[in-house]
């Protein structure tokens, strides 16, 4: 089965019902992106398809066949990182850092929809990312950076 992964042609041998958290982890070394419940409802294993934050434990590979995969590792490009990591270092946004990449990814798809989120908005987006360590208040204040951080890249780009 062919998978772009990260802008990468991959091919993969998996059943088309395996998770395809495990094929990232297991078959492509990709780490990650975190195994948490294997429900689907704590977040540490969100990537995005297709520009979408899903759940990677609960989608099958072959529905990801085709589609854009986007993870963790993906985010960084050129050797900069991507606003959301930058942003999350300045907060000093992580304790155990477990979750933070599930955190990292539907933030990324948040502010892709909406650039300049409210603090509800936020908290609705983040509601299914679970944080053992309770970092909700500096994660928060990771998206409203970002958000700043991407807002000044682009008044850059304009001058």
Not at 117 to 134: F, V
Request: charged share 20%.
């Amino acid at each position: 089965m062919k998978l772009s992964i990260n802008g990468n042609a991959v091919e993969v041998s998996a059943a088309a019902d395996t998770p395809l958290l495990w094929v990232l982890r297991d078959d492509l070394g990709l780490t990650g992106t975190k195994f948490g419940c294997g429900l689907g409802l704590c977040g540490a294993c969100t990537v995005h398809l297709d520009g979408e934050a899903v759940r990677s434990c609960q989608t099958p590979v072959g529905l990801a066949a085709g589609r854009s995969i986007t993870t963790i590792e993906g985010l960084a490009t050129g050797g900069k990182l991507h606003n959301v990591q930058q942003a999350w270092i300045e907060q000093d946004v992580v304790q155990c850092g477990y979750c933070q990449s599930g955190q990292i990814m539907t933030t990324t798809a948040l502010l892709r929809k909406n650039p300049h989120p409210t603090d509800a908005q936020i908290d609705e987006a983040l509601a299914g990312n679970i944080c053992r360590c309770g970092t909700y208040e500096k994660i928060r204040a990771g998206v409203h950076r970002a958000a700043e951080l991407a807002a000044s890249g682009a008044k850059k780009g304009t001058e």
